[in-house]
């Protein structure tokens, strides 16, 4: 198996897991794209005695972004060809838990802190949070690791299924209902008003994504070293880079381009929401209680009913979820889905997947009757 660029990048995934670092894959994956590690014309950063030419060029001249899914793959490829051993346990006080990533994705989200138990108490219905579950093991014999970043959110869908149910029905009522409290009980707590969550969140990651698409337009590919394959070609790649560097400075002139502003440094964090912002409501310390219920002890759901994500599964091994089509969908469980995928820069259908598999591990149940009512049917059928 021969080192590539995005190898490279699974190799440094790899060490981030066993030293269990903070940094989730796509923080990882996140800081490429914001120039924080190099990644892209990364052969621009080498010392001046490492010639590069030839062979290289096509290891060297990468020309797209790194993929979520292609990058995990090659996480668990390097790590069984390196027969590397059991990695250090994931347990409950390692920030990889769902338990603490929740916590982190519900503050980046704008969701109420009161959501945290319940994620919880899912981790440990399902039995996602055990330490041989979460542990990445390469000498398994099904080697595989945890998508630590996309099970955390995924849980968080679940739960947002569990109170509001997301048929573009339920949540809408139930927002008219906290809105009616929160005018009349101004001075209490507020209620959770998901209309107004979401009007919020629309409103703030539009412009996050047009400022991000917008990056991505802006992004020269090409480097300031060109590659070359022989001497011969130098003067030619070196001609090209020249007049693609007075081209820019022409192009610049005429649409009058301010400066760039300094590059941040890098933070787990993408949204920050502060009490004292007027303009955008921070739903932190909002209270569930409009869509909770006491009985006895304990809390329950107003909401009594919940639609699962997939029924169908692959009969293979992998037991994969079918092929997601949005238009099977409500629009408020899309907005969720394109929401936590735009954070961490992956397919909707990837996080769509993760939902139906954490669904499938909570309504056992529910599966095993839909299975047989199906494969009657089918006898019926026949």
Known sequence: MKMTVPRTLAFCYLSLLWQRE?????????????????????????????KLYGRDKGIFAVESWPDYEDIYKKTIEVATFLDLPRFPDITEDCYLHPNILCLKYLMEVNLPDEMYSLTCQVVKMTGIGEVDFLTFDPIAKMAKTVKYDVQAVALIVVVLKLLFLLDDNLEWSLSSLAEKHNEKNKNDKPWFDFRKWYQVMKKTVDEKKQKWEEARAK???????????????????????????????????????????????????????????????????HSLQGVLKEKGQSLLTKNSLYWLSTQKFCRSYCKHVTTYEESNFSL???????????????????????????????????????????????????
């Open 219 to 285: 992004y020269v590919w090409k480097s300031e070293k060109p590659l070359y394959y022989s001497s011969v070609d130098k003067p030619v790649a070196y001609k090209k880079r020249e007049m693609v560097v007075n081209l820019q400075k022409q192009f610049s002139t005429l649409v009058d381009l301010t400066p760039t502003t300094e590059k941040k440094k890098p933070s787990s964090f993408q949204f920050n929401w502060i009490e004292e912002d007027t303009d955008r409501t921070c739903f932190h310390g």
């Open 332 to 382: 408020s469980y899309q907005f969720i889905l394109n929401l936590f995928s735009f954070l961490l820069r992956i397919k909707a259908s990837l996080l769509h997947e993760e939902v139906s598999l954490i669904e499938k591990k909570l309504f056992k149940k529910k599966y095993t009757i839909t299975k047989k009512k199906s494969s009657r049917s089918k006898k019926v059928r026949r």
């Open 22 to 50: 903070t940094i989730t894959l796509s923080d990882l994956l996140r800081f490429v794209e914001e120039d924080h590690i190099p990644y892209v014309n990364a052969f621009q950063h080498f010392p001046e005695e490492m």
